[in-house]
Each structure stands twice: as structure tokens, then as C-alpha cells.
């Protein structure tokens, strides 16, 4: 099935055309993890990647991140490839702060690491922190904090060098679904303030129906796109937006994509 779109107004950040990735089983044999797949992301918008588990969404992701290297394929950026480390945000399942450090350490470090001045560092970590609601626990352990708490710190951290793109991972799998959907509502509160370009991959119908601008829909192994879906829900969302009836319609039609 060829994907189909409607064609977005803004420019294309980063596109991918016949991506795929092959591995070496300890066997020796070719397992394709991804077959050709092209996909065009645009600059500002929120993209989901959904699909059954071992269809390639995380692949496709660590590929744009430049964390795995693709085996076929190209992969162009507008204004040039990214700067490793620097242009792109990435946010784990698990939020993967170090526990020895303060939480204003954990969202400075990315800046330490590209040797930014301790005051712009600073100052850069606290309003990341002030953007996520944590202003308050600077001083705070990880391990202090609540799992919803220690994931905000995550986002702030890929955020705090304002890359090009941030890419998460279901960062809210193994949040409570009470907690879940606060950090949505917190995501897409974060994503109108900085207007982020964000890919986001969840096994979740709903959680990707309310976050995203479109959808794209990934199919068992090899992993392939086989629908990407703009979603006429606007720009502005709330928990309001789950009484619509469009928004059941969507969760039905991409429901049915799945099965």
C-alpha cells in the first residue's frame, strides 16, 4: 500500500528516501529490519510511528538519529547533515539520568559536554527546567523524584541545546495512565512553546491520535511505512478533543491499519 498524505505547508526538515537496515544474525543470515522506506519530516510538526512491536519504528529512529547507521538509502537534512551530539534530542523509555548528579547536572550535562560556560549552561539547564515545571528541584536526586518527574527532566535535557529535531522513544510507556496522559497534555504545552520538530513512536493508538500533526503507520517485518495520516484535529489539543467524533473516527481508521 503506498502511502499517501496531505501535503503539508511546511518545509521539509529531514527526508528519507528507500532507508533500510539489515542486520547480521549470529548466524550470519540477513534479518531485514526495515525494507525501503521513504518518509518526509517536516520542520515544526509533531510525527508519530506506530505499529506492531518489531516492525523497525525504533530502528527508524535511532537511523534518523544517527545512532545506527542505515544499510541502503539516503537520509538529507535540510541545511546540511546534523552536527553529531548537538542537532538532535533524543528521549529514551527510560528517562537515563545519572544518579549521582543534581537534576540541574543532568540537564546541564549535554552543554559540559560541548564545553558551554558554566553561566550560559546554567542559565540554559534552569530555563529548560522552568519549561518543564521543575524549577523548583534543581537540587533533587533522580531518585527523589517521581517517574513523571524524572521523564520531564529527560525532555528538558534534550531540549537545552535547542536541537533541530528530538526524537522520543515511547517516553511515556512506562508511565501509569494517569501520569501518561499529564505528560501529554505537559508535551504538547512544551511543543507550542518551542515549537519543536518531534518524532515520536508509541504503541499507543489514542496517546499518538492527541499528540500528533500526522501519523505513520508501520507494518510487521520487515518493517515498511504502509499509511501516513494527516490529522484534521488542529493545532490547539485538549481532553476536550476526545469527545469528537473525528477523533474517533481516526482512532478507528488507524485501529483497522494495525490489524
Keep these: 500500500m503506498k502511502p499517501a498524505e496531505k501535503t503539508s505547508s511546511l518545509p521539509v526538515l529531514v527526508s528519507a ?28 510538526e509533531f510525527l508519530s510511528l506506530i505499529g506492531p512491536s518489531g516492525c523497525g519504528k525504533s530502528t527508524l529512529l535511532r537511523i534518523l538519529s544517527g545512532l545506527e547507521p542505515l544499510t541502503g538509502g539516503t537520509l538529507t537534512w535540510r541545511d546540511g547533515p546534523p552536527t553529531a551530539g548537538s542537532d538532535v534530542g533524543f528521549v529514551f523509555q527510560e528517562p537515563v539520568l545519572l544518579p549521582w548528579l543534581s ?57 537545552v541545546y535547542s536541537p533541530r529535531i528530538v526524537l522520543m522513544d515511547e517516553p511515556f510507556g512506562a508511565l501509569d495512565l494517569l501520569t501518561r496522559d499529564r505528560m501529554n497534555d505537559e508535551l504538547l504545552r512544551i511543543k507550542a512553546e518551542t515549537g ?25 517485518r520487515p518493517g515498511r511505512i504502509s499509511a501516513i495520516h494527516h490529522l484534521d484535529l488542529g493545532p490547539q489539543r485538549s481532553e ?20
Excluded: C
Design 103 to 159: 537534576i540541574l547536572d543532568n540537564v546541564r550535562f549535554p552543554l559540559d559536554v560541548f564545553r558551554t560556560s558554566r553561566a550560559e549552561a546554567n542559565e540554559r539547564a534552569r530555563a529548560m527546567l522552568a519549561l518543564v515545571g521543575l524549577g523548583a528541584f534543581e537540587k533533587s536526586l533522580p531518585k527523589e523524584l517521581s517517574g513523571g518527574m524524572r521523564q520531564r527532566a529527560a525532555i528538558a535535557r534534550a531540549l
Design 240 to 259: 476536550a478533543i476526545k469527545d469528537d467524533p473525528r477523533f474517533y473516527q481516526w482512532l478507528s481508521t488507524l485501529r483497522k491499519e494495525l490489524r
Design 196 to 220: 519543536s520538530t518531534i518524532v515520536f513512536v508509541t504503541h499507543s493508538i489514542e496517546e499518538a491520535a492527541y499528540l500528533s500533526d500526522r501519523v505513520a503507520v508501520m507494518s510487521a
Design 17 to 44: 528516501q528507500a532507508v533500510t537496515k539489515i542486520y547480521r544474525s549470529r548466524h550470519g543470515d540477513s534479518v531485514e529490519a526495515l525494507a525501503p522506506t521513504t518518509l518526509d519530516i517536516h520542520e515544526g
